[in-house]
């Protein structure tokens, strides 16, 4: 949960044009502007323009100054270049502060406490800083990339403040983006679930999430653990990037570890049998019953990874914490596994044998 990186830049709020440089030039050299527009063959009128910064510095009139300043055309081209950009930023600084209050919709107290968004910037600079964070133009321009629904198959229905839930997942992309991965091989991360299922038993998260995302890039695959936004409503998504490698990304929304293992799980279905490339999967948890078939198919997938149908006789039996954790020790896996499944399953109440459970936190918190 680092930040992006973000360095203080100086904005000057005036633009310099390449005039002025040239005053100095022609001072340094005794030179009137008559008699550089002699000597360039061009109009006194055109280098007053210059001077004043109301004409733009061509290519052409680079070379021409070159030849007769010794000032290298590419210093005269470069401030210009520097000139334009610098009014285009003044303008757009005007077009951005009829924007401001959009920073409205979005979370950027919780950006700036994960350390993406600075605090001590103008209310423009910080609208300016939001937009690169999510590597977009304009405000019509992000909910055209992040706020439209149909970007997202949610595999849940629930409300979600798309503002939170688009700069959860970005903060997922900033994350994989560092990581350096092999080609995904789909083969390879299916090999490696036993293993992977094997961590529900190790108790301390620091052991097993640093197992757990070695195991994923060994098969090319991205995982990012990053804390709920409050609005996001979000247990876990899968996309897959540009590079064509699959990212899992998690929030440990309710802090349960047996929701975690379930909803990576789910997540881990999503890329070995749907590859539904064009969309971000979204998974939420508030809502569990679905008609969705591909949902259907990867709440299937988990449940069946974490207790096999081998143990479905012997789950309905279950009545006491000692048979819970008498099958969990059987089947290889944590007992709160299976008291995760016995709730669901309504076999036991959601208040029952939660002392078998595991609650995660986060060592920032």
């Known amino acids: 949960m680092t930040n992006t990186g973000n360095t203080r830049r100086f904005r000057p709020d005036y633009a310099v044009p390449p005039g002025e440089t040239l005053v100095e030039v022609l001072t340094e050299r005794g030179m009137s502007q008559a008699d550089l527009a002699r000597r360039t063959g061009l109009s006194t009128k055109h280098i007053n323009q210059i001077v004043l910064g109301t004409a733009t510095l061509s290519a052409e009139t680079a070379v021409r100054l070159e030849l007769v300043t010794g000032v290298a055309a590419q210093v005269w081209t470069g401030l210009e270049a520097a000139y334009q950009v610098a009014q285009t930023r003044l303008e757009e600084t005007t077009r951005l502060q009829a924007h401001v209050d959009w920073l409205n919709q979005l979370p950027v107290a919780e950006l700036i406490r994960r350390g993406f968004v600075r605090s001590d910037t103008s209310p423009v600079e910080r609208l300016r800083e939001v937009l690169a964070f999510f590597k977009v133009a304009s405000p019509d321009a992000w909910h055209q990339v992040w706020a439209v629904p149909t970007a997202y198959r949610q595999s849940r229905a629930f409300d979600v403040d798309y503002g939170a839930l688009a700069a959860w997942l970005r903060i997922g992309e900033i994350r994989a983006d560092r990581a350096d991965l092999p080609p995904f091989d789909r083969s390879r991360f299916r090999d490696h679930l036993p293993r992977i299922r094997a961590l529900t038993n190790i108790e301390d998260p620091q052991i097993w999430l640093a197992q757990l995302e070695s195991l994923c890039a060994d098969a090319g695959v991205a995982l990012v653990v990053e804390r709920e936004i409050v609005g996001a409503r979000i247990n876990g998504a899968v996309r897959w990037l540009p590079s064509e490698r699959p990212l899992i990304q998690l929030s440990v929304r ?63 039996t279950v009545r006491s914490q000692a048979q819970a954790v008498a099958l969990a020790k059987e089947a290889g896996v944590h007992p709160g596994i299976v008291v995760g499944r016995l709730q669901h399953d309504k076999t036991i109440p959601y208040s029952h044998f939660n002392r078998l459970r595991t609650r995660l936190a986060f060592t920032d918190e």
């Open 254 to 316: 309710h802090r349960w570890a047996d929701i975690f293992w379930f909803t990576f799980f789910h997540e881990a279905a999503h890329v070995l049998l749907h590859d539904r490339r064009r969309f971000t999967i979204v998974d939420g948890i508030d809502r569990p019953d679905t008609d969705n078939a591909m949902e259907l198919e990867a709440d299937d997938f988990a449940g069946r990874v974490l207790l096999p149908r081998s143990f479905d006789s012997r789950l309905a």
